[in-house]
């Protein structure tokens, strides 16, 4: 089942949110022994766990990496509209690498319709993570956990309650143990996150709607 299309206009149910709260509050206390002291809010997150661009020198011309490295350069800088131009070419070209990192710059822009790309995109790089279910992020100055939409009921694919779960403790787990974009999922964050109860059922049914999860393939 591949992942629903979102309008970023459509309204969260009352009932859900007050549900993310309760479960925000359960997986805390459960987990953590301890309250939860940032918000957990329904969104579309902007994060994504995929592998950072590596340049295929083999396959392009001098220009064509030349145009590429500046491509590059303009995401590191965050000039992501400008990046996103410079991108397009090497996405018609189905350009391994520059396609990631042509994702992550529709994440960042936040377009609407970024995921119907990248399920696009992934049918030429299999390996790219393209709708994540959860993120840290800081909006308005203030750190939030996003828990995508999709989960929702009201406007979503209705997950079970322990879906929910196991993504707003994953979430948690990257705060308490402070991990880096660098290295997202060390042996101790992997082991921690395998103990979560009913986690198999969980990251199945993230897959089977095209959300990411640590695991690359079946379980």
Known sequence: ??????????????????????????????????????????????????????????????????????????????????????????????HEEASKLYIKVLQKLRVPDWDKTARRINRVSTDTLFVPAGSTEVI??????????????????DAPRCVVKYVIHHEMLHEQLGTSADNPHPPLFRRLDRSFPERVRSVRWLQKHSFSTIDGGPL
């Open 1 to 94: 089942m591949g992942a629903r299309r979102f309008n970023i206009h459509e309204q969260i149910s009352s009932a859900d949110e007050l549900f993310l709260a309760r479960l925000a509050a359960e997986v805390s206390e459960c987990h953590f022994r301890a309250p939860n002291l940032i918000e957990v809010r329904w969104g579309i997150p902007s994060a994504s766990e995929a592998d950072e661009p590596k340049l295929e020198p083999g396959r392009l011309t001098k220009a064509q990496l030349a145009d590429l490295e500046a491509a590059v350069n303009l995401f590191v800088n965050r000039h992501y509209h400008d990046a996103r131009t410079a991108l397009e070419p090497f996405v018609d070209m189905n």
């Open 140 to 157: 308005d100055g203030q750190k939030v956990f996003l828990i995508h939409q999709g989960l929702s009921k009201s406007i979503g694919h």
